[in-house]
């Protein structure tokens, strides 16, 4: 699936729900089938900073696309990172670092996070694009 159809179909899953709180539910939802980080790479050097939970995420490449595992220890932060994941997991670095992530907004995801919350997923955003770029410089 491309990042759009993927961002398309959370749109269209995050627009079932009335409220906030049921979205909020949601994500929780998604944070527990997060593809969950190994416990090797729960280390300071793969902690996003920026965010005031701790998010840890790993990347790794396999057959030209960008893999990424995650945890956090708070049920919030982890369903944030779980719907970025699942946006850009198993996608190619070039994909990743062109991708607009506008679908933040059409969710309502944004407006509906604490300042610092907001500044995490931003952190989160920056750092997964990081990992893409780092990837890309490998194959090019």
Not at 56 to 73: L, Y
């Amino acid at each position: 699936m491309t990042i759009k159809a993927i961002q398309e179909e959370l749109i269209d899953e995050f627009s079932m729900f009335e409220d906030w709180e049921e979205r909020y539910q949601y994500m929780i939802d998604l944070g527990k089938s997060l593809p969950l980080i190994d416990e090797q790479f729960k280390t300071p050097e793969n902690i996003i900073k920026g965010c005031q939970s701790r998010v840890w995420v790993h990347a790794e490449m396999d057959n030209g696309k960008v893999i990424f595992t995650a945890d956090s220890d708070a049920i919030i932060t982890k369903g944030i990172i779980a719907i970025l994941i699942r946006v850009f997991s198993n996608q190619s670095p070039a994909d990743i670092i062109e991708a607009n992530t506008d679908f933040i907004d059409d969710i309502g995801l944004k407006e509906h996070l604490s300042p610092t919350r907001a500044n995490g997923l931003v952190s989160m955003i920056k750092q997964l694009k990081m990992y893409a770029i780092a990837y890309q410089t490998q194959l090019n």
